[in-house]
């Protein structure tokens, strides 16, 4: 499957990876299961998403409005969440800065990044101050 989604094991965190050719249908697919569960998705603090292995990415300006639109409903019942993006190439990092811009109407805490050693300090750094 090119978008994976798992829980760290603290459970406090919702990892996906994506991997290949991954579609916008894909990762609005993925968006929606933490939906199914609630409780689950109160207690998260972060996200960490990883498109290092996305070799291209298919994904229409609209396909980002549906994430943006997930990731809303979300919020409704997470607002405080912290999320980081790493997408190290040009493509990717383009478009999950769209998504980042749009995701901003969520109050979530978030930023893309190149490297999963910036994500990483990224995350440890919000963590720590709670954010």
Same mark, same amino acid.
């Given at each position: %499957?090119?978008?994976? %989604?798992?829980?760290?094991?603290?459970?406090?965190?919702?990892?996906?990876?994506?991997?290949?050719?991954?579609?916008?249908?894909?990762?609005?697919?993925?968006?929606?299961?933490?939906?199914?569960?609630?409780?689950?998705?109160?207690?998260?603090?972060?996200?960490?998403?990883?498109?290092?292995?996305?070799?291209?990415?298919?994904?229409?300006?609209?396909?980002?409005?549906?994430?943006?639109?997930?990731?809303?409903? %979300?919020?409704?019942?997470?607002?405080?969440?912290?999320?980081?993006?790493?997408?190290?190439?040009?493509?990717?990092?383009?478009?999950?800065? %769209?998504?980042?811009?749009? =995701?901003?109407?969520?109050?979530?805490?978030?930023?893309?990044?190149?490297?999963?050693?910036? =994500?990483?300090?990224?995350?440890?750094?919000?963590?720590?101050?709670?954010?």
């Amino acid at each position: %499957m090119p978008y994976t %989604m798992s829980f760290s094991n603290d459970g406090k965190g919702v990892l996906r990876k994506g991997i290949g050719v991954l579609k916008g249908q894909e990762i609005i697919d993925g968006g929606l299961a933490p939906l199914a569960d609630e409780d689950r998705l109160r207690g998260l603090t972060y996200g960490r998403v990883d498109f290092t292995e996305v070799t291209h990415l298919e994904i229409t300006p609209e396909d980002i409005h549906r994430i943006v639109d997930t990731n809303k409903r %979300m919020a409704k019942l997470n607002p405080h969440a912290v999320v980081v993006v790493i997408a190290p190439s040009d493509a990717v990092f383009g478009v999950a800065r %769209m998504w980042e811009t749009l =995701a901003d109407s969520t109050g979530w805490k978030t930023t893309v990044v190149l490297t999963a050693a910036e =994500a990483d300090a990224w995350l440890e750094a919000k963590l720590a101050l709670g954010q």
